[in-house]
Every structure is written in structure tokens, then in C-alpha cells.
């Protein structure tokens, strides 16, 4: 029972001598053992709940059916149409690197919607983007862009050009431009065609620069044909081209020369990045055949975005894009896609 205490001391010596060291070296991940998880492992997908997170609600008919039956708890995700229109969105949203980027939408023919599909392509752009997209009415034949809008502001590219000195800020633009719901800003023609005959390359120049200052993407609705004054200025600043054809023999015909035009004129780098539009602008089937008058400028132009006829863009009034038929609205946002794809590719090219 007597122990002995010298004993006792020796092993409490013994376990001091002998105890072994703490590394603190950290170890790599290669390191680890096999069966062992590293945080970088607890990801939002892998934990999350995402049929219980607001916002997680499919869309589509039938997915939304089954989720509200189960009491959010089978989630089959979004339909087809839904997921098309999501990642259509997240392309659209692209960020475009350096300055602002010059867009204008041409046609030489009247009628054959290129307002409307200025309209659509910047409802397409702001309605997807966190920057500011602006559509310029630089007809000199007095525009119409304005009454696609449903609030005008009664203030004109004029207004902008006289004032261009005295701009200090965004508030002194906002002023003078329309906003439509999707957040597109619109700078109206003058409404008096005596007037704006007198709207030249100049002003347009100027009111580029002020637009250039606070809007990431600038679309111009250019006047009917090729020769007018502002075209030249439009041109000169552009990094993609639009070129709207309608779906008869005689309009796709002046589309195509417009390339030929353009080509023979300096624009031959423009022409091949440009995205052409068939536009179908009138009810009832085409007698043409797209497949044909598409693969025709698919030899010229870097893409071809068909528009489908929409009896709501039809009507002639104020155009609300998520009153469309949603076909037109994906049309639209296929548009937006290939010209922001182009902005992009032509930035990469150019660097």
C-alpha cells in the first residue's frame, strides 16, 4: 500500500521528459485524410433548402401545380420557357468593360418597323441590365420613337442640345428624357419637321458626348435611308450595327444593299459583326420564305433575329413590354443578346 514517493516524482519526471511536441505547421488539403471534409466543402447548394428560401417558387404551370400541392415541398424547378427567359437575361446582363457603346438601328425603306424594333431591343437591354440604356430618335424627318413610350416627357433632342453647357449631372438629363417602365430612357425628335430638318451631324454629335457621360449602351433610331446629314456622325461612332428587313422581296432587297452600301463606304468591319432583323410587321403568314431570306444574310452579317408580327406592337400606340406576347418579348431579348454578345466579342477583337 506504501508507495514509493521518489517513485511518484520519477514518473512525473518520466511524462515531463517525454511529453511530445505540438506542431502548428498548417497542413495543404492534398494532406488531409481521405475521409475528412474541408469547409470549402459546405456550400449554399449543397445546405440550402432552396424550395424554402423566398423567391424559390418555380415557374412554369405545372411546376407551380405540383409545389403548391406539396406544400413547397417537391420543387421540379423552372419550365422550359421560364429557364430559356432566365438565361437569356444572365447573357443579356453581360458587363461591358471601357466607355459607353454606340448601337443605331437602320433601314433605308419606311414602315418596315425599325422604331419598333429600336423600341424592343432597348426595352430588351434596360428591362435585364443594372446600367442605364438610352434610345436617341435622330430622325430629322420628325421620329416617332417618343409615342412608343407610355410616359413622353414633351422634351426633345433639341432641348438637349441647347442645354448641353449647362449639364452638371444624370438629374439635369432625366429632366428631359422619357423613362419606360423596364427603366429605358428615350430622347425624342422635334415634333416639327420644319425643325428638325435643321437637327444636324453636329448636334448629334453633341448630344452623343452628353449621352456618352451617364449611359452605358446608346441606340439611335437613324432617320429613313443612308444620306442624310446625322447619318455620317451615327456611323462614325457606332460598335454595332442593327439593319431592319421586312419580309417582302423589295424590303429585304434595300436591306441587303444597305450592306453593299455600307461595305463600299468604310463600314465593311460594322457589316460583318451586324445583326439584321426580319421583321414581320404585318398579320398573317409571310409569302416570302424566312428560311430563305435568313440564310441570304447569314453570308453577310454575324447574325439574323426573326420578329415575330404582334398585334399589340401593331395597334401603332405606346408599347408595354410585358403586355407582349411572349414570344415577341424572347424575340426581343434574343435580339438584345446577339447585339450584346457583339459589343463584347467586338471589344475583344479590338484589344
Do not use: C
Not at 437602320?106 to 437591354?125: D, E, N, P, Q, W
Not at 416639327?192 to 437637327?199: G, L, N, T, Y
Not at 448636334?203 to 432617320?223: E, F, P
Not at 408599347?319 to 454578345?341: C, G, K, M, N, S
Amino acid at each position: 500500500m506504501n508507495e514509493n514517493p521518489a517513485g511518484r516524482g520519477h514518473d512525473v519526471e518520466r511524462v515531463q521528459t517525454h511529453r511530445p511536441e505540438v506542431s502548428l505547421t498548417s497542413k495543404r488539403l492534398d494532406q488531409f485524410d481521405s475521409g475528412k471534409e474541408t469547409s470549402d466543402l459546405l456550400t449554399a447548394d449543397r445546405l440550402l433548402e432552396r424550395g424554402k428560401i423566398a423567391g424559390g417558387e418555380p415557374e412554369g404551370t405545372w411546376q407551380h401545380f405540383v409545389y403548391s400541392l406539396s406544400g413547397g415541398r417537391i420543387n421540379l424547378g423552372d419550365g422550359k420557357r421560364a429557364r430559356e427567359r432566365k438565361e437569356l437575361t444572365t447573357r443579356i446582363a453581360a458587363p461591358l468593360s471601357g466607355g459607353a457603346r454606340f448601337v443605331p438601328v437602320l433601314s433605308r425603306k419606311g414602315g418596315v418597323g425599325k422604331t419598333t424594333i429600336t423600341t424592343l431591343l432597348g426595352m430588351a437591354l434596360a428591362d435585364a441590365r443594372d446600367d442605364r440604356v438610352i434610345a436617341i430618335d435622330a430622325n430629322p424627318d420628325r421620329g416617332t420613337l417618343a409615342e412608343r413610350i407610355a410616359r413622353p416627357s414633351g422634351k426633345t433632342v433639341r432641348d438637349l442640345a441647347r442645354m448641353q453647357g449647362a449639364v452638371a449631372g444624370y438629374n439635369d438629363i432625366s429632366s428631359i428624357v422619357a423613362r419606360d417602365q423596364t427603366r429605358l430612357d428615350v430622347l425624342a425628335s422635334d415634333a416639327d419637321p420644319r425643325v428638325s430638318e435643321a437637327f444636324s451631324d453636329v448636334d448629334y454629335q453633341d448630344v452623343a458626348g452628353l449621352a456618352a457621360h451617364y449611359y452605358s449602351i446608346v441606340l439611335t433610331d437613324t432617320g429613313t435611308g443612308i444620306v442624310h446629314s446625322v447619318m455620317g456622325a451615327t456611323l462614325n461612332s457606332a460598335d454595332q450595327l442593327v439593319v431592319v428587313s421586312g419580309l417582302s422581296i423589295d424590303e429585304a432587297r434595300l436591306a441587303s444593299e444597305t450592306l453593299t452600301w455600307l461595305e463600299t463606304n468604310g463600314f465593311a468591319g460594322l457589316v460583318r459583326s451586324a445583326v439584321v432583323v426580319l421583321n414581320n410587321s404585318r398579320p398573317g403568314t409571310p409569302l416570302v420564305r424566312e428560311d430563305e431570306l435568313e440564310a441570304h444574310f447569314t453570308t453577310r452579317v454575324r447574325t439574323v433575329v426573326r420578329m415575330p408580327y404582334d398585334p399589340l406592337i401593331g395597334t401603332g400606340s405606346a408599347i408595354t413590354f410585358h403586355d407582349l406576347q411572349p414570344a415577341t418579348r424572347q424575340a426581343a431579348r434574343r435580339l438584345a443578346v446577339a447585339v450584346v454578345e457583339g459589343l463584347r466579342e467586338n471589344a475583344t477583337a479590338a484589344a
